[in-house]
């Protein structure tokens, strides 16, 4: 089991950066997969990017590929996602997710984006874009 303890966040204007985070307490954190999704006001919660567990695969929603960055260290059992070129759409909770080698989300590239091959959750992170 993985507890996924979120920091970060907040408030930038348009063009601006932020980072949000986190923090895993439990298993193994290189035992498993990891996400970032998002819940935008008036759409459904989206995925926005994931990364296998030797963080040498990575996948983007189109809306964010080349403005936002997942990384992983698995040393320190944090998960980020760094954020550039903000634009008031990408406003919104930002919550990470994970799920064990073994837990179903193989092959990544094809499943990530369904929040419901993803077991465990953080709280979210509001981020808040202003024109």
């Known amino acids: 089991q993985l507890h996924l303890v979120k920091h970060g966040g907040g408030s930038v204007q348009a063009g601006g950066s932020l980072r949000v985070s986190c923090g895993a307490i439990?298993?193994?954190?290189?035992?498993?997969?990891l996400a970032w999704f998002r819940r935008t006001p008036g759409k459904e919660r989206e995925g926005v990017a994931a990364?296998?567990?030797?963080?040498?695969?990575?996948y983007y929603a189109d809306s964010v590929k080349g403005r936002f960055i997942i990384a992983r260290d698995n040393a320190r059992r944090t998960l980020l996602l760094e954020m550039s070129r903000l634009t008031p759409e990408d406003t919104g909770a930002y919550a990470c997710?994970?799920?064990?080698?073994?837990?179903?989300?193989?092959?990544?590239?094809?499943?990530?984006?369904?929040?419901?091959?993803?077991?465990?959750w953080g709280q979210g992170s509001q981020v808040t874009v202003s024109s």
């Open positions: 997710a994970a799920v064990p080698r073994w837990g179903g989300v193989e092959p990544l590239e094809a499943k990530w984006r369904d929040a419901g091959n993803w077991r465990y």
């Open positions: 439990g298993d193994t954190f290189s035992d498993y997969y």
């Open positions: 990364i296998s567990p030797d963080g040498l695969n990575v």
